[in-house]
């Protein structure tokens, strides 16, 4: 079974474009809950399908991304000279881990103008001018979607897009023995049950830096929040 966590870091998201930097002046902010769902072809026993509900909170400087119920959640910033940091935050402990490009690298994280669009779009524009587009008068909301489809990295994909928003409503990865279904259940514009983390809640946290970890991992004191780090880029080699 494809593993579901790993969408939450973008390792199944499709590989984005070099204007991504360019286009997130012009994103529209974005609250929004997400379904994505894993199941054995041919996919006919609901029993039998993995589902996991997430949210992404987006602007032009930011991406969150944050599991349904849970206390984590993970926060990639953005600096004006269009560098990249990320965060691995603890919500319920008031913690921060931080990683540098350095440490992102070394654990196969892109930190580059490709894994920005990747985050803040799911699907890249030059991903989707590779496929075929093909009417549909289909619409969410009062947006018209536009619908994609052909082979990704070997990958038979089908999206219906959200040009106005530069989001899919649906993404399908079929591969040969499995399928992934990415859906966006709702966007809010206000009155939502969960908000972005803000620069300004993040300077209250305790920031720990990632390099730092192997020092105090057998501290008493830090192994207990260490083990609430489920998903957190390699500290589950420290914990184990």
């Not at 983390?197 to 057998?218: F, P």
Request: contains cysteine.
């Amino acid at each position: 079974m494809l593993r579901v966590s790993n969408l939450l870091l973008g390792a199944v998201f499709l590989v984005g474009s070099n204007l991504a930097f360019a286009e997130a002046e012009n994103l529209t902010p974005l609250n929004a809950k997400f379904e994505t769902t894993t199941c054995d072809l041919p996919c006919d026993h609901l029993a039998e399908q993995v589902k996991v509900q997430w949210w992404l909170f987006r602007n032009h400087q930011q991406i969150e991304t944050r599991k349904d119920n849970s206390n984590n959640s993970q926060l990639w910033l953005k600096s004006a000279d269009n560098k990249l940091n990320y965060f691995y935050l603890l919500h319920d402990e008031k913690r921060a881990i931080e990683y540098t490009a350095v440490d992102l690298n070394m654990l196969g994280i892109a930190t580059n103008q490709r894994r920005w669009q990747t985050l803040t779009s799911l699907v890249a524009q030059d991903d989707l001018a590779k496929m075929k587009k093909t009417h549909t008068n289909q619409v969410y909301e009062t947006y018209q979607l536009e619908h994609y489809s052909g082979l990704l990295n070997g990958i038979q994909t089908q999206v219906l897009w959200i040009a106005e928003l530069q989001i899919p409503l649906q993404i399908t990865y079929t591969y040969p023995k499995q399928q992934m279904t990415v859906d966006l259940i709702k966007r809010y514009s206000n009155n939502s049950p969960l908000l972005a983390t803000t620069q300004q809640n993040l300077m209250t946290y305790q920031q720990v830096d990632y390099a730092d970890i192997g020092d105090i991992e057998h501290s008493t004191t830090s192994s207990k929040w260490l083990d609430k780090t489920e998903g957190a880029p390699g500290i589950h080699s420290h914990n184990h």
